[in-house]
């Protein structure tokens, strides 16, 4: 696939086969997870120039897929630190909780094209946490992710199409598969919290 995204091993714009969304400890420590993934993709079997390379201390498992048209998302929701992008700047920076997604789309995107499909999934990330309800730690007001999110969109070779953004069919389907995905991970981490408290 063609890929687009801000993920730490394979970033930017490229090709790649695999998706390796790494879970860590809440503890991670390491300064070089480009490294760490390339480890990682190696004692797999993996091709690291053919993979595109997460890390998050959300519970991978607990990973969450929808489906909508030619467009599937996936996402592991950790908001252990949930900010408004445009709230104070948080010092110190926080590390843990990521939100990652990964979206496939079932038809070639231009180049412009896959930026729009990135904005438009950021957008429904943002709209997910909102409508679950999410406050920032920031800002007086609905969170729009964490500080280390990170996201892929993937799509065949070519160009067929041109546009991504929410008013187009691609676009609409890639948004309600990542707003899906993401409301539905935010509420099993807000359970799963909650269990936590409970136990405590």
Same mark, same amino acid.
């Given at each position: 696939?063609?890929?687009?995204?801000? $993920?730490?091993?394979?970033?930017?714009?490229?090709?790649?086969?695999?998706?390796? #969304?790494?879970?860590?400890?809440?503890?991670?420590?390491?300064?070089?997870?480009?490294? &760490?993934?390339?480890?990682?993709?190696?004692? #797999?079997?993996?091709?690291?120039?053919?993979?595109?390379?997460?890390?998050?201390?959300?519970?991978?498992?607990?990973?969450?897929?929808?489906?909508?048209?030619?467009?599937? /998302?996936?996402?592991?929701?950790?908001?252990?630190?949930?900010?408004? /992008?445009?709230?104070?700047?948080?010092?110190?920076?926080?590390?843990?909780?990521?939100? #990652? =997604?990964?979206?496939?789309?079932?038809?070639?995107?231009?180049? $412009? /094209?896959?930026?729009?499909? =990135?904005?438009?999934?950021?957008?429904?990330?943002?709209?997910?946490?909102?409508? $679950?309800?999410?406050?920032?730690? #920031? &800002? &007086?007001?609905?969170?729009?992710?964490?500080?280390?999110?990170?996201?892929?969109?993937?799509?065949?070779?070519?160009?067929?199409?041109?546009? /991504?953004?929410?008013?187009?069919?691609?676009?609409?389907?890639?948004?309600?598969?990542?707003?899906?995905?993401?409301?539905?991970?935010?509420?099993?981490?807000?359970?799963?919290?909650?269990?936590?408290?409970?136990?405590?």
């Amino acid at each position: 696939h063609r890929c687009l995204s801000s $993920a730490v091993l394979g970033g930017g714009l490229t090709s790649a086969r695999h998706w390796l #969304n790494l879970q860590v400890p809440h503890d991670y420590a390491r300064t070089d997870p480009e490294a &760490h993934l390339t480890e990682v993709a190696r004692a #797999n079997a993996l091709d690291p120039d053919e993979v595109v390379g997460m890390l998050t201390a959300a519970d991978v498992r607990a990973g969450v897929r929808r489906d909508r048209g030619p467009a599937s /998302a996936v996402a592991t929701v950790g908001i252990g630190q949930p900010l408004a /992008a445009a709230g104070r700047r948080p010092r110190p920076l926080p590390r843990v909780g990521t939100i #990652n =997604v990964l979206i496939v789309v079932r038809r070639p995107l231009s180049d $412009a /094209a896959l930026v729009t499909a =990135v904005q438009t999934a950021t957008e429904a990330k943002a709209q997910a946490l909102a409508d $679950a309800g999410v406050r920032a730690l #920031n &800002h &007086h007001g609905p969170a729009t992710g964490t500080a280390t999110d990170a996201i892929c969109v993937a799509t065949p070779p070519g160009a067929e199409v041109a546009f /991504a953004g929410p008013a187009t069919a691609i676009g609409a389907a890639i948004a309600h598969a990542v707003h899906g995905a993401v409301l539905s991970g935010a509420r099993i981490h807000e359970r799963t919290v909650a269990a936590r408290g409970r136990m405590a």
